[in-house]
C-alpha cells in the first residue's frame, strides 16, 4: 500500500498528465496482491532456468498482470524485444503467444545499474535458456545497441517490448524508434514505469513515457497504466 502512494507522489512531482495518474490509480485494485498469482504462472512457465542469480526476477512480478492483459490478443506474431538478460521476458512471450516469432536485442554489457554483473555469463545464460527456440528459428538473437539494431530494421512488428537502458534519454529514443516499427493495432510494453533508480527523478523511464503518450495520444486506441505501460497504437 505504502510503495503505491510513494509512487502516486513521484508521479505527481515529475508532472505526470492527470489521465495517467487516474489510469494508474484504477488500476491499483485489480492488481494488489496478486503476487501468488503470478508465482503460479512463474511455475508454469520457467520449469528450468539458468540465473546467476535467483531473485533477479523483476520481470516476474508482471506475469499476472500481462496474462490478463493479453488474454484474447490471437494475432501477435512477431515480437520485437530491446533488453533481453538471460531470457524470462523473451520466454514468456513466446509461451504466451503461441509460439510467435521474437527478436531480442541486447548488448549484454548492461547499462548504469549493473555495475557488478559479469555479462559473460548473462548471455550464456541467455544462450542456454533460449537454446530450444534459437534452434528452431523462433527467436534471433541480436547483440548490439537498440540504435544500432534500428538503424538496419526494416520489419514491422505486433509487439514490442522495451526494457534496455533506463535512462529518460535513452528510453525516449527507443518509443520513438519502436513506435515507427510498429503496426497499426499494435502494442508497445514499456517496463520500469515506476522505477526510481535516478536520484534526480526526471531522468527515470517515466519523464520519457509521459511525454511521448500526451505527443501522440491521438494514435493511441488503449492505454494500460500500471508497472509497465501497455499501449495499443490505433
Ligand atoms: C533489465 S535488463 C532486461 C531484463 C529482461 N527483459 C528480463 O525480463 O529479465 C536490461 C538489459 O538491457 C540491456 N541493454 C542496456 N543498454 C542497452 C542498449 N542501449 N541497447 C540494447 N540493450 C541494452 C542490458 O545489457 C540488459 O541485459
Sequence with gaps: MTKFFKNLYRLILI?????????????FLPNYKTKKKSKKIEHFIYDKFESVNYNEKWFCNNLNYLTNNFKNTKNIKDVLEIGSYEGRSAIFFLKNF???????????????????????????????NTEFYQSNNHLTKHK?????????????????????????????????????????????VLDDYLWWYYK???????????????????NISKLTVWHQVIIQKN
Design 98 to 128: 503461441n509460439y510467435c516469432n521474437i527478436t531480442c536485442v541486447d548488448t549484454w554489457s548492461g547499462s548504469d545499474e549493473h555495475n557488478i554483473v559479469d555479462f559473460n555469463l548473462i548471455e550464456k545464460n541467455f544462450d542456454l
Design 144 to 188: 548490439m545497441t537498440s540504435n544500432e539494431f534500428f538503424k538496419q530494421n526494416n520489419k514491422y512488428f505486433d509487439l514490442i517490448y522495451i526494457d534496455g537502458d533506463h535512462s529518460s534519454d535513452q528510453v525516449k529514443i527507443d518509443l520513438i524508434n519502436s513506435w515507427n516499427s510498429l503496426k497499426n493495432g499494435g502494442f508497445l
Design 15 to 27: 508532472g505526470s498528465p492527470l489521465f495517467m495518474i487516474v489510469n494508474y490509480i484504477r488500476n
Design 200 to 218: 534526480d527523478l526526471k531522468k527515470n523511464p517515466s519523464t520519457s513515457i509521459n511525454n511521448f503518450i500526451k505527443k501522440n495520444i491521438s
